[in-house]
C-alpha cells in the first residue's frame, strides 16, 4: 500500500472517525465489566433503540460483516432451513461459505440492480410450496438484503414495505444487512429511516466498520427475544468481544451529536461531486446508484495512467479493452483528495 | 460497573496500553490496504517472527480467544478428529461449544494443576489405539494446551519438551493457546521463550486482549504453509477484520522497544507484592501459580465486606461458608490500587 | 469370520428372523409408494402406537442406531445446547463425533453401572445454573439414555419416573436409545413397558438391527408434531430410505403375533442359561446385568482356548493376565450353540 | 397407494429383484462379522473391482443416495471448498441440504440437458481464479455429475473423457454419482463402461437401491487410500451398516452371472418400447434421453384420466393446460405392464 498514492478502493482505508479515538481515549483508564455489559455498551443501546424508535430492542455488538451475517442467519434458521437472498448478495458471494459452514444453503434470486423484490420473494417461495417435492428440499427459512445493496443501490420504503408484506405473509423474518447504512442514511433519494427498518425488519445491523469505526457491527432485534440465548450464541460463534466496551464506545459515539448521519453525508456528498463530474465528462456508469460507491467503466489504458496516482477498486473485467472500477468515498474523504480524483479523470 | 469501586476482576477491565492508543491515533489518516495486506501487519509479523526465531513463519491476526481457538483447531483436524485438551482447558468448558460447531470433538485428560503431561497424552493416545474398537471413536488429531494455563501455572522447558516429543511420536499437532502468554514470559520461574514456544509446537497464539491491546490474537504456524488457505479460512469463520490494520498496529506497537515484556513484568509484579503479603497474613490459596491471577479462599462474611471497595472476580463455591476468589492483575494495574487492596485485606 | 467356529460376539451376526425375511418374500412384487409412505409402514406405525398406547406418536423409521442419535438429538437441540449422558453412553463414546459433527456436545455425566440417576441429572443441571459463567457454556438442552444401557444394565420403572421428573422439572426432553429394546422388555427383572417409556420420555428408539431385523430403528415421538420438519431432517441427515417400505414390513413384522417380545426372550433365556452355569463354574463377572449381554472375566489362556471353537467379543483388558470378554446371545441364538459354549468353559 | 392401479411413478416400487432375496434367504443364518468386514462384502468388492478394472479400488457399501453423496463430497472437500454441480443436479436441489448440513457450498453451473461440460468446468474455475477476490469466495474443489443425469441424459465417452481431462488440470477431484448406473450401461447409445468411469474419476457409486436391491451403494474410489479414514467418515455420517453383510450380499448377487447388466436391460427395453410408442403417436417428449425415465408433456385432462388406472410420476407444470409426467421402468417392469400402459395412452 503507497503512501504517495491516494485511494478510493474502498471505504475502509483509514483507521476511525477522530471523534471516536477520542473517546477510546478519554475513556481508556476507566474499569468496565466485560462482554458488553458496560456502561458505554448500554449507553449506545439506549441511543440506537431510541434512533430506531425501538424501546425493547435487543442489540448486541460484533465485530465484521461476515461474522454478524453468519452469525444472526445461523440463529434463526431452522435446520433444514435455507436464507433467500440476492445472487449478488454478499452472502451468496463474498463470504467463503461462513452461511454453509453454519450448515445452511444460501437460495439465490435473480437480483434486480442488486435487489430483490417483493414478487421475486413470493414467487419463490409460492413455487417453493407448489412443488410436491418440496419435503425433499431446502425450505426458504428467512430473506437477506442489504441497504445499500452490493451495487450501491437502495431499496425505497415502498420496496422495502412490500418485502416486509411477503416476508410477514410467509412467516419469514426479514435481515437487512446494513454494512454501508450510513450511506443509505445519508442520500437524498433515501426515504427509508432506521425506524422504518427496525418497523419492517426482524433483525437487521447498523455497519461500523464501513462507516467510520475501527470495526463493529451492532445488530438490533426490535422484538425482544426474537432469538433466545444470542448472546450465547456469539460467543459460539467467535463473536463475541471480551472488551465489549471497545465497540460499546465506539457506537456510542457515533450515535452521539447525529455523528453517524454526519459521517454518512461526508461521503455522499464527495460522491455526488465525482458523479457529477464523471457524467458531465461523459464517462459510462457500470450501475446507476445514489450512495458512496460509484462503479464506471474505463479503458484498460486509463486504469494504468490513474495507478500512478490514485487507486481505484477493481471490480471486473468487461471486454478485452475495458473494464468496471470502484470508486469508494467515505467519511474520511476529503476535498482535496476528490479535486485531485477529478484532475486525473 | 461501578466508578467508585476499584476492580482486580479481569486482566480486560481497561481499554489498551496507552503506547497502542497514541500509535492508532499517529496512524489514523494513513490510507493502507484491507485485511491484513497493510504495513502495519507487515512489520508486525516480522516483529513477531524475529521474536520467535522463526523467520518462515505464517502469521495472522485474529480478533479473540474463542474465535482464534475455533479457527485454528477446525483448520488443523481432519473429519473425524478431536482435539486433546486438559479437562479445565478453555476449549473443554468456556467457548460455548465452538470447538463442537466446527464439527469436532474436545478429548479432555484429566489436568495436573491445570496441566496436561506428556505421559497422560502418551497414554491417552496408546489406549485410543489398543482399543480395537477405535475406528468407531473420534480419533486424537491434535493437542491444546494453554500457557500459562486457566489455573495460572505455567510449564516448564521440561514439561513442554516432552510434550512437544509424545506429540511428534504420535503426528499430532500442538497448539499452545497464549491468551495471556505476556504474563507468563513475564515470569521469575519461565524458561519457556517465545522461540522455545515456535520450536516445539505447530501453532500458538500470542494474546493481545488479555495482554494490553484493545483485542487482537496473533497465530503463529512456524513452518510456513502449515495450514494451506488459512486466510480464507479465518474469513469463512468470520475471523477476518476488514481494517487489518487495527490488529496490525497493535502487535506492531507491543513488539518494539520491548512494550510485551513490560506489559508482563507490570503485572507480574503487582501479582508478586500482593502473593507476599497473602502469604504473610496466612491467607489459603486455592492453587498455587506465579503468573498474573492469585486465586484465594475467603469466607463469604470477607468477600461482602470487600465487595463494597474492592472488585475481585468470583471463582466457584467451596462450601457454604467459603468460596474462590480470583484476583487478577494486568498492564494497567497501579501500585496504589494494589494498596488500597491490600489495605483491605 | 470363520464359518467352522461358532460365535456369541454379538447380536448382529446373522441376518434377520426368518419371519420377516419370509414377509419381505410374500410383499415383493407389490407396488408402493416411497420415502415411508407405503401402506406397510402405516401398519407398522399403526402397531407401534397401540403397544405404545401412544395414539398421536410421530413414528419414523430409519436405518442404523448412530444415525438415528445423530438426527434425532440433533433435531432437538439449539445451536448451543448439549445433550447430558452417561460418560459410557453410545454417543458419548462410539459414534466417531457424530453428535459433533452436527455441531453438538457431549456432555458427560459419571455412570453408575452404566446408568444415569435422577439425582445426577439434577446435580448436573442446578451446578451448571449456579456458575456464575454459564453463558459461555454449552448448556443442557435434553437427556440421553440407553436401555438396556450399554453395560446392559436396565433402568428401573421407578428410575426412570423419577429421572424423567427431573428432566421435565428443567424442561429437558428426555431420549431414550432402544438399540437392544427387545432383549430389556424380556427380562423377568425388567418392569418398564413400552407404554411408559412413551409417557415418561419425549422421544425413543425401538431397536430392530439389534434385535432380528435386517436393519432399522423405529424412533417414537409420542406427542405429535414435537420435532417439526422431521421428515425433511432424515433426508438432510441421509437417513430417509427410499424403499421406505423395506423398514415398514420388517416393523410390521416384529409387531405382529407378538415377535418382538418373542425375539427377545429366544435371547434372554440363553442369556440367563449361560449366566447360571458361569455362576456355578465361578466365573467372575465385569459387571451384573440380566439382559442378552454377558461380560466376563477371563485368564489371557482361556481366551486363547476357547478361540479355536467359539468367539466371544473382546471388551478390554483387565491386566497382562486378564481381560472382560462380551458373550452375547440373540433372537437367533440356538440350544445346541449354547451347550457346546458351555460345554467348553 | 393403490394395489389396484399399476404404477409407472419411479423405478424404487418394489422390493428387490428375485435373485437377491432368494441369497437373503439362503445365507440368513450364517454368522459374519459386522460393519462390511464380513466374506460376502469381501467377494462383492472382488468382484466390483474386477468390473472395474480397478484393483486397487477401495470399496465401501453405503445406505442411499443422498447419504453416500453426503459422505462422500464432505469427505474429499477442505473446509473452504464447494462441489461444482449442475444447477439440475440431485445434490443442488433434492438432497434437503445435506451437502451444505456438512458445512459446504453446491456451486452450481447451468446445465445443459442435464450435464456439465468440459468448457463449462474450465471456464468456471478459470472465472474463479480470475477474480482478484476469490480467497474470500468458495474455492472448486471437486465436481459432481451424474450418470445418467437427473434428465436421464447419458455423457458420451468423448464428454466424460473431456471432463475427466479438465478437472486433472485443475486438480480437481472427479465424483459421479450412479444412483441409476444400471440403466445407463444398457443403453445401446452408452459407450462409457465401469472401467472407463474408474479409469477417468476418483470416486464413483454404483447404484443398489433404484436398480434392484432392497438399499444399497457401492462407492469404489479407484485409488488406494485416495481418502483416508473413510470407514471411520461413515460412521460419522450415520451411513456405516452394523450388518454390513446385508448391503454386501445384494451387490455380490448383481455382480454375480451379469444380474447387474439384466437388470439394467429389462428397464431398458420396456422404456424403447414405450418410446417407441409415444413418438409414433406423436407425444411431446420434454426432453429426450435413452435412459428408463421418460418425460413426456400431457394434458391435464389426460394425465386425470391415466390417473385412474396407471400412475406416473408429476414432475411439473408447463403451463395451466399442461404438465410434464415421467414415466419410469425397472428391472420389474413386465411387458404385461407395458402393454397396459401403452394401451391407456
Redesign the interface.
Known sequence: ?S?ER??F??D?????H?SI?KR??D????????YG???FSESARAKIRQACEAPEADIFFL??????N??VI??IL???E?VIAADTGHVS??????I???????LPIPHQNGKLTAAGIDAYVKGFY????H?????PGMVYLSQPTEYGTLYSLKELTAISKVCREHHLPLYLDGARLAYALACRENDVTLADIARLCDAFYIGG??CGA??GEAVVFPKHDFV??F???T?????????G??AGIQFDTMFTDGLYEKIGRTAIEAADKIRGVLREKGYQFAMENPTNQIFIVLTKEKCAELAKEVELG?W??VDEGHCVMRIATSW?TTEEHVDKLLEML
Do not use: C
Not at 475513556?27 to 466485560?34: L, P
Not at 458471494?93 to 461462513?98: F, I, P, R, S
Not at 407448489?130 to 417435492?133: I, P, S, T
Not at 419435503?135 to 425450505?139: F, L, S, T, Y
Open positions: 500500500m503512501k491516494i485511494s478502493a474502498s475502509y482505508l483509514e483507521g476511525a477522530p479515538l477510546l481515549f475513556t481508556n483508564m476507566m474499569q468496565t465489566a466485560g455489559f458496560d456502561e465485530v465484521g460483516g461476515t461474522q454478524t453468519a452469525t445461523d440463529a431452522r435446520l433444514t435455507g458471494l463474498h463470504e467463503a461459505g461462513a454453509e459452514f453454519g450448515g445452511h444453503k444460501v407448489a412443488d410436491g417435492n419435503d425433499h428440499m431446502v425450505a466498520t464501513k475501527l470495526f433466545p440465548h448472546f450465547t450464541i460467543k459460539q460463534h467467535g463473536a463475541l468481544l471480551a472488551k466496551r471497545i477493481f471486473e473485467n474520511a
